[in-house]
């Protein structure tokens, strides 16, 4: 079994920092791409940023100079650090992952329960 679970989500005023964490544990031999997802009210959910085993990065345009993303693979943790929020980057976040559970070569898509992310205007 694999779990994600997502942190440091809150309520913040616009302008401010957030920094969220996503731990991935269970049986892991190796993760090949985390990513942030996020999913405002009747909205569908988007690609916010994603970072392979490689560390190459993608960022949606929207955040593109306001967030980063990170992973620390020691710790099978990605992170995504957000300055200058809006109050259009409220919403779920969500963290995603394609992870190789075991040796041989299936990989999996899991994903995380969520962290409310509020901005204040």
């Known amino acids: 079994q694999v779990q994600l679970v997502e942190s440091g989500g809150g309520l913040v005023q616009a302008g401010g920092s957030l920094r969220l964490s996503c731990v991935a544990s269970?049986?892991?031999?190796?993760?090949?791409?985390m990513a942030w997802y996020r999913q405002a009210p009747g909205k569908q959910r988007e690609l916010v940023a994603a970072?392979?085993?490689?560390?190459?990065?993608n960022y949606a345009d929207s955040v593109k100079g306001r967030f980063s993303i990170s992973r620390d693979n020691a710790k099978n943790t990605v992170y995504l650090q957000m300055n200058s929020l809006k109050p259009e980057d409220a919403g779920v976040y969500y963290c995603?992952?394609?992870?190789?559970?075991?040796?041989?070569?299936?990989?999996?898509?899991?994903w995380g329960q969520g962290t409310q992310v509020t901005v204040s205007s």
């Open positions: 269970g049986t892991i031999f190796r993760i090949n791409y």
């Open positions: 995603n992952a394609d992870i190789q559970p075991q040796r041989d070569p299936y990989t999996f898509s899991y």
């Open positions: 970072i392979t085993s490689g560390d190459r990065i």
